[in-house]
């Protein structure tokens, strides 16, 4: 098949659009809470709203084999488009439900979307190379979204003789009560000129590897039979649930206990956790060709609950400085648990993937609000206290876990079950 260049630089902007779009609600929520007067509860259903739009990953990747790539993926801008212009037409938490709902759907397709595409424009030779380079970018964005969330806020807050040409149109449409919003609106932006460019460029038709389709009934009730897709299951929405209740509420928890600034110092420490997520996937890369990855998983998660501690308890130097670091620590369950669940079984793993798919949209609409449920009755660090759980079951995974193939290491020898295959899908 024809490789595209111009595909694949194509892919990795679209990589960090959908970071930048999903990685800013953190800084974003102090702003919001104070805006409409909202109880933490309420404010948790906002990151809710988003991630239950996941939930389509499924339908989306039947529509992908029905209607090829670049329809879903201009449907899927489109989408986000219309959530992001909607909210900026009518700025009330109502609408705001129903414009993250709408962008999160549209992150869910592209997502589904995208990694087969990138495949066959890169090549299938080139494809783990280019995988990673998305990823980058994609922690690159997450990185930078906090940062120009807080460079749109401190600029149109300055008086009109000293901003520059953007910041003044922003002035023209953003209430001076909702700086905040100007992010909504370069959302908007952002996706009409992705609809634009997904127009005009020629994407090519992508043939599904069998590992990469959704799988029939059968696959999914062969699945649903074994227990060890329920476990791994859990342990995506805990480990989602854990990322986004960090970086959703740390912001506020700075605020809330420490009094820094959520358009300055929230927006750092959210943007240094997204960072060091990047940077630990890039070391994990290293620690995994030297440990077994359940180890590594046990390890990653004691630390995080210790760092954790240090965050809820430890003096604004240290709280400033240990939340972040959760994204060091954080960067490579997703992998180990996401690769464990695919070696655990032997066959039908575009099905699993798919299952495994939905628990992002249950970890990040279940724990956010619930944190802030019980922040409600009991104060946000109590209600932080819930990740501790979370981060439990992860540790977990690492000591139950027998995969029928492990991770290839320097020195061993061979990659043999440790668990007998009886125990699993034949």
């Known amino acids: 098949m024809r490789r595209s260049p111009l595909v694949v630089l194509l892919v990795f902007l679209i990589f960090f659009v959908i970071s930048l779009l999903t990685n800013v609600s953190g800084p974003l929520l102090p702003d919001i809470i104070g805006s409409f007067k909202l109880s933490l509860a309420l404010a948790g259903l906002l990151p809710s709203s988003f991630f239950l739009a996941y939930l389509l990953s499924i339908p989306a990747g039947l529509l992908i084999e029905r209607y090829d790539e670049k329809p879903v993926l201009i449907t899927s801008f489109v989408l986000a488009f219309l959530g992001s212009f909607l909210f900026v037409l009518k700025p009330v938490y109502a609408v705001a439900l129903l414009s993250l709902f709408a962008i999160g759907a549209g992150m869910a397709m592209l997502q589904v979307a995208i990694n087969p595409l990138l495949r066959v424009a890169g090549g299938e030779e080139h494809y783990a190379f280019f995988s990673v380079m998305a990823q980058l970018l994609f922690g690159s964005a997450s990185f930078f979204s906090p940062y120009l969330y807080s460079y749109l806020v401190r600029r149109l807050g300055e008086p009109r003789g000293l901003q520059n040409a953007l910041i003044r149109g922003l002035a023209e449409v953003v209430p001076p009560s909702m700086p905040w919003l100007s992010m909504y609106w370069i959302f908007t932006v952002v996706t009409l000129a992705m609809i634009l460019v997904l127009t005009f460029v020629k994407v090519p038709k992508v043939a599904l590897l069998e590992g990469e389709r959704a799988g ?70 290293v620690l995994l060709r030297l440990w077994d990855s359940r180890r590594l998983l046990v390890a990653s998660g004691v630390l995080a609950a210790t760092t954790l ?115 699993m899908i034949s």
């Not at 039979?225 to 912001?251: A, D």
């Not at 977990?396 to 125990?423: C, E, F, H, Y």
Request: proline share 3%.
């Open 216 to 285: 029939s009934l059968d696959a999914h009730t062969a699945l649903l039979h074994n227990r060890y897709v329920y476990l791994f299951f859990v342990g995506i929405v805990c480990y989602v649930g854990t990322e986004q209740g960090i970086s959703n509420w740390m912001s506020e928890f700075l605020y809330r206990y420490h009094g820094l600034d959520p358009e300055v110092a929230g927006a750092r420490a959210v943007a240094r956790f997204w960072g060091l997520l990047t940077l630990g996937c890039a070391v994990g890369l």
């Open 309 to 423: 501690a240090l965050a809820l308890f430890g003096s604004r130097a240290i709280s400033v400085v240990a939340f972040p670091m959760m994204g060091l620590w954080a960067s490579i369950m997703w992998g180990i648990i996401f690769s464990l669940a695919l070696n655990s079984v032997d066959r039908h793993h575009g099905s699993l993937s798919g299952i495994l798919c939905t628990g992002i949209a249950l970890g990040g609409a279940i724990l956010p609000p619930l944190i802030g449920k019980v922040g409600d009755v009991f104060g946000l660090r109590i209600g932080m206290l819930v990740l501790f759980l979370t981060l439990g079951y992860v540790i977990s995974i690492g000591l139950w876990a027998r995969p029928l193939v492990q991770n290839a290491t320097v020195g061993r020898k061979t990659d043999a079950a440790v668990m007998s295959s009886s125990s």
